[in-house]
């Protein structure tokens, strides 16, 4: 599968629990966004990484919030202590480098906070 | 100032018709204009995409006009067909702002009838 992948697909988690989403970019990308999508909404922008650094983490609330791309290994987003407010639609997308403006995107999380 | 407009929200066509959906945007520093498509349960695909040094670009069925002075732009489908039913999105991104995270508008649910 040359795609973006992204696991679990579905999550389910209680309120104050953690929640951890991964993103696999396609083969040979190395940059990953993180876009979350509320019922009925567009995408917005969370976060922008390059393996092991954070470019630009301007639409990732301050707080419970954090994501990584190490060197080896999928992306992470993880969400501490959720609440009914995060339940939502999470998508990463990959692009090959800098000079590339396509982005391709995975399936998504659906994440559900009971 | 970093918002893209989409309009209508939802469109019903009939089979065979043309169906166009619109955007328009307020920063001059957007340099690249993609349209995705997603269906329900799924992560959006890249459909077409423009820069703004020409005014349409063409893909089968598929046309972006884009209009530089009036900051719009807009996406054609000939021929339409039920198994374009779908949510469809417009994006925009910007190299000057550091990196190429796209702003999406809100979508437009596109429903061609028989």
């Known amino acids: 599968n040359a795609g973006v992948m992204q696991n679990p697909r579905h999550l389910v988690r209680r309120r104050g629990q953690e929640a951890r989403l991964r993103c696999s970019p396609m083969?040979?990308?190395?940059?990953v966004y993180w876009y979350r999508q509320l019922p009925e909404e567009g995408l917005k922008f969370m976060v922008y990484l390059q393996k092991e650094n954070i470019i630009d983490e301007s639409g990732m609330p301050k707080e419970r919030f954090s994501a990584e791309f190490p060197k080896e290994g999928p992306s992470i987003l993880r969400i501490q202590q959720v609440v009914r407010g995060d339940s939502a639609a999470y998508f990463c997308a990959s692009s090959l480098d800098r000079a590339t403006y396509e982005q391709y995107f995975g399936p998504g999380t659906r994440l559900t906070v009971t | 100032q970093q918002q893209v407009k989409q309009s209508p929200q939802s469109l019903i066509v009939q089979k065979g018709g043309i169906s166009i959906i619109n955007c328009a945007y307020e920063n001059t520093a957007f340099d690249y204009f993609p349209w995705y498509q997603q269906f329900p349960g799924k992560g959006p695909a890249l459909l077409i995409a423009?820069?703004?040094?020409?005014s349409e670009k063409k893909e089968g069925r598929f046309t972006i006009s884009f209009n530089k002075s009036a900051k719009q732009f807009s996406l054609h489908i000939m021929d339409s067909q039920p198994g374009d039913s779908a949510t469809y999105f417009c994006a925009a991104s910007s190299r000057s702002f550091g990196n190429e995270k796209l702003t999406f508008g809100t979508g437009t649910r596109l429903t061609i009838i028989p």
């Open positions: 423009i820069r703004p040094d020409v």
């Open positions: 083969k040979g990308h190395s940059h």
